[in-house]
């Protein structure tokens, strides 16, 4: 079954949800910063000081596109906003482990921030820039296959079996539809569409009145 076309709308959530992580993330930055320097004060340990300071971040990408979406039943603050959510692939709520599963951008994040501290001096610009194209490959790819395919589904999408629909999309409404409500839900493809008949349909009616009509005139001749 094909739900309405939400791209448009996911472009839109995304866009919401990045302009709230950045802002999440610029004032989170001024504290991990200040608990950096007043660490770094007392305990001239570059790697744990690195480590704690990756912990606010990462933690506060988790929390934002797996806990809040957990908690929300598939919606992030984007997505809330625009009115679309994340389902299982069954259109029911999705569980932690696939909304973890899901977060790209917390694993981009752990990539960066243990690449930075495996490799602190040797090779650091070198290092950030191979992130850089690995993190810029997996959102371009993404932002293709939404676009690009029916099902608009990204990467994360396929490794998490995830879906992106209408906030208000229910499948058990849909499924317990009659014949008339189906042939206005014209956004709808059923799989046993082709064993409902559609009553506003003159041509498929007459056929099969055509085809009762034989029927009961062979059996009548053979009599």
Known sequence: MNTPSIKGKRIGAAIIDIIFIIFILFFSSIISSLIFFSTYRYNHNY???SIIYAIIPLGIIFI???VFPYITKGCTLGKLIIGVKVTNLNYNRPTFLQLTFRNIFFFEALLFYV???SNRLMFGFIIYFLIFLINFGLTLTIFIMILSTQEERGLHDFI???YVVD???DIHKVTQTNAIERTQMDWAIFDDEDEVPNPF???HNQTETNDNEDEIEILTKKD
């Open 115 to 117: 690449c930075t501290l």
């Open 47 to 49: 790697t744990l000081i």
């Open 201 to 203: 349909n003159k041509q």
């Open 167 to 169: 906030k208000h999309f």
């Open 160 to 162: 998490a079996k995830t």
């Open 64 to 66: 934002y596109y797996t």
